[in-house]
């Protein structure tokens, strides 16, 4: 341990460090030393079908963050672990650069048997610090350097995005991004920071993902110091969440390659207005420069989620936070260990009688598919009706619903005259809905639809909630007043809620859902009419324009009206898709007097949220 204390040696190294990297080199060595061997000679594996075949495992990918990339290749601070370009270049998206030579740094880590100064003068030629038998040395056809993978983790969310967040703070006043942030509408993917997101933290990847969800929409129209053009700014923002958002895809081709690349580009044609506002005098960050490697790395290695460091910092919780709060904090690694071992073979026990529990049958077999974009899932209501019996007057007052009477005439009109050779038109449409009369005075009301996780082939958690719609009053709980919410979704105007496209959708804001009293069914449609079971009464929005926002991609809405009064209507509950986020148009400066509560109310033109997640970017961009 003496050692550890030492002085600078004659490399420039430290002797602790030298130990410390020494240390770990030879524990992955001693590791992975098997792979020398089977790497070339193969041997013998049973794949899932049973079958035997020669196999050859080889160390080809390195996943970690950047101070462990540069402690696996041995390249100093600030440079890039991959490539050869200059440290005072990697701002740049033109800059060349080339994978390092990795046959000159072998021959560098050869010269050790030449002398510790030639050894330590090879090294610094070849760009690379001088360790001494690094683990990688001699495994067969293993590069380091192709194998560092992109880092979704640290490189952007605990990077990029951690950098844009103090940019845009300092460009656009602290006070004023906080102040929209507690004024953002509730959406079931949205998360409130009620005291904003300036003043957090030690914000955690999942923090910063959360924010990534509004945080183009609250910087739309704020005020640049200098009056300065904000366009730039929102087309920097927007260039760097695109590409955080495709670079997630689970899968790619090569148009999709070219539009990560594309976003890229169009953050660095912009980043300059954060020099001009004096916020930045460069942009060299190895973590911006990384981004440049993502489409070569995931033609070579796939998609990010295969090489994605959270699932390794979630083990951390799992396997050391967790298990150590469970001892007395007293010979620690004994207990711990002892824990893992009863949590495994609890879980294999409980696994077990699950399976004898079902009749332990013999389960298909299992053939893997391609991931894809296809996004199924289960629109579900609760079985009971949140209020059984909630009168219309109530609907109107409460949940806001002021056309409700008019719209559920309509509806009924409507379907019982589906069939008809000549569509109505919309005059002799409100002629006959006078002559609707309601069988009953008061509605089973739901106060929310939710959406269930169903994948691509059929499996799926059925209890996990992806998605919700909320379309509650405003009504007393304990000694508070809880507000009214009603969220805003997108519904299928074309018919086929399961195709969905920009030109077959349309926002609205959902006041009420509902279903019908089962003996008032029959007396107001004739018996050829397929009744759907549940409904819910809508406040449309505009149509969408045929083009988003030049300046940052988003598409701008605004309230359906005629004669001044909102457009409302009722549709199939099943027509509806999944919510929808709207961002309000705050300005220059927010209004002090929005809430979170009332500001669909309050605000007349929204920006229609594109980030809340991957299925909506999809669809929007």
Request: glycine share 6%; net charge positive; charged share 20%.
């Amino acid at each position: 341990m003496s050692l550890l204390r030492s002085n600078e040696s004659s490399n420039g190294l430290s002797r602790s460090s030298q130990c410390r990297v020494g240390f770990y080199h030879a524990c992955l060595r001693r590791v992975l030393a098997p792979l020398k061997s089977i790497g070339v000679d193969g041997l013998h594996m049973a794949s899932g079908d049973g079958a035997l075949r020669r196999c050859h495992p080889l160390f080809a990918s390195f996943v970690g963050d950047y101070p462990e990339q540069l402690l696996v290749t041995g390249i100093k601070f600030g440079e890039c672990p991959k490539c050869d370009v200059d440290a005072d270049d990697t701002g740049s998206n033109t800059a060349p650069f080339h994978l390092r030579n990795l046959t000159k740094v072998l021959d560098a880590l050869a010269a050790l048997d030449e002398g510790n100064l030639s050894f330590v003068c090879a090294c610094a030629a070849a760009g690379i610090k001088p360790i001494v038998h690094p683990f990688w040395e001699d495994l067969p056809f293993t590069n380091i350097f192709c194998a560092i993978t992109p880092d979704m983790l640290h490189q952007l969310y605990q990077g990029l995005i951690k950098h844009l967040l103090g940019w845009l703070s300092a460009a656009c006043g602290g006070a004023e991004i906080d102040a929209r942030c507690r004024r953002l509408p509730p959406n079931h993917h949205i998360h409130l920071f009620s005291k904003g997101i300036t003043c957090l933290s030690r914000i955690s990847g999942t923090e910063h993902a959360q924010i990534c969800r509004f945080l183009l929409g609250i910087v739309i129209g704020i005020r640049l110091p200098n009056n300065l053009n904000a366009g730039r700014l929102l087309r920097a923002v927007q260039g760097l969440l695109d590409f955080l958002y495709l670079a997630q895809y689970p899968c790619h081709s090569l148009e999709l390659l070219q539009l990560l690349d594309d976003a890229l580009d169009l953050f660095h044609e912009n980043k300059d207005i954060f020099v001009d506002l004096g916020i930045r005098s460069n942009f060299n960050l190895p973590k911006l420069h990384a981004a440049r490697h993502y489409s070569a790395m995931i033609m070579m290695f796939g998609t990010t989620d295969n090489y994605n460091t959270e699932y390794t910092e979630r083990l951390h919780i799992d396997f050391a936070k967790d298990t150590y709060r469970a001892t007395n904090h007293k010979d620690e690694f004994v207990q711990m260990t002892r824990w893992l071992e009863r949590k495994e073979k609890i879980m294999r026990h409980d696994k077990y009688i699950n399976w004898r529990c079902a009749g332990a049958e013999e389960t298909m077999p299992y053939h893997s598919r391609p991931p894809d974009m296809t996004f199924r899932r289960l629109q579900s209501v609760s079985k009971h009706p949140t209020a059984k019996a909630v009168s219309i007057d109530k609907l109107i007052e409460d949940y806001g619903a002021t056309y409700f009477r008019e719209a559920l005439a309509r509806y009924i009109t409507q379907l019982n005259h589906a069939n008809d050779p000549i569509p109505l038109r919309s005059q002799t449409l409100d002629v006959l809905a006078q002559d609707v009369h309601f069988p009953f005075r008061t509605l089973p009301i739901f106060h929310r639809v939710k959406w269930l996780s169903v994948d691509t082939r059929g499996h799926g958690d059925a209890t996990a909630t992806l998605d919700s719609v909320h379309a509650r009053p405003q009504c007393n709980s304990g000694s508070s007043l809880r507000p009214r919410r009603s969220d805003t979704a997108l519904v299928s105007t074309s018919g086929n809620p399961d195709v969905v496209s920009i030109e077959g959708v349309r926002v609205g804001q959902v006041r009420v859902i509902f279903s019908l009293p089962s003996k008032s069914v029959p007396l107001l449609f004739s018996l050829t009419v397929k009744v759907p079971t549940h409904f819910a009464y809508i406040e449309w929005f505009e149509p969408f324009t045929s083009a988003p926002d030049r300046h940052h991609g988003l598409y701008k809405l605004s309230r359906s009206l005629r004669g001044g009064e909102k457009v409302a209507s009722i549709v199939p509950l099943a027509n509806i898709v999944r919510s929808v986020h709207l961002m309000p148009n705050f300005g220059a400066v927010v209004p002090r007097e929005w809430t979170s509560d009332t500001v669909l109310d309050n605000c007349n033109t929204f920006w229609l949220n594109s980030y809340i997640d991957r299925y909506t970017f999809s669809l929007f961009k």
